[in-house]
């Protein structure tokens, strides 16, 4: 029977494949993150011909995908570490950035307490020169796979939102149903 975190993953990549460049080398991180993803969109606005461009916003995101087995606190905090590092070196702020998000999937098979009030705690966020050159946002999310519960940061909702419509899954407090 195929372990769950890999099937998880790999559906995983399979619904970020169709807007995300895949890398599935495992090539960011030294192994740390066997797949990460990336985002690019680039908005511009032109006047009578494309030679003339008004303005341009450039957004991007960087994926991390780590499957562990159990996840305690010091194994968390070496992953944020790593993937905010990755990240933050792949961030190239400029007239025309608008944001980034580095953005750190965890698949795990337990967690600890003190693990998952990590996951809800981490934030960072950046401005370059005053916001004129953009920011960038740290977002986490946790997929604990023995107990179906999805964790996340403030700015890692959306990513627990596509987590629990994806996995059939619904942590919700307003409203909302657990399978």
């Known amino acids: 029977m195929a372990d769950p975190k890999t099937t998880t993953l790999e559906r995983l990549l399979d ?4 807007q995300y460049d895949l890398d599935r080398e495992g ?14 969109l680039r ?22 995908f780590c499957p ?12 944020i570490e790593a993937s905010m590092e990755l990240g933050r070196e792949r961030v190239r702020p400029h007239r025309e950035h608008m944001s980034s998000f580095i953005t750190l999937i965890i698949l795990a098979d337990t967690m600890d307490q003190e693990a ?9 966020r950046k401005y370059f020169k005053f916001a004129f050159h953009g920011w960038m946002e740290y977002r986490i ?8 519960e999805i964790l996340s940061n403030p700015a890692g909702r959306d990513v627990r ?14 409203g909302g149903f657990r399978k």
């Open 43 to 64: 908005d511009e606005n032109y006047l009578i011909s494309k030679k003339h461009v008004l303005s341009a916003v450039e957004n991007y995101d960087y994926l991390y």
């Open 161 to 174: 939102k596509l987590l629990e419509q994806n996995f059939g899954m619904n942590t919700s407090k307003k």
């Open 141 to 148: 999310a946790a997929l604990e796979l023995s107990t179906n």
């Open 15 to 18: 619904i970020y494949s169709h």
């Open 116 to 124: 998952k009030a990590l996951v809800k705690k981490t934030r960072m």
């Open 27 to 40: 090539v960011y991180g030294g192994g740390v993150f066997p797949a990460t993803a990336t985002y690019f």
């Open 68 to 79: 562990v087995d159990h996840l305690d606190a010091p194994t968390l905090e070496r992953v």
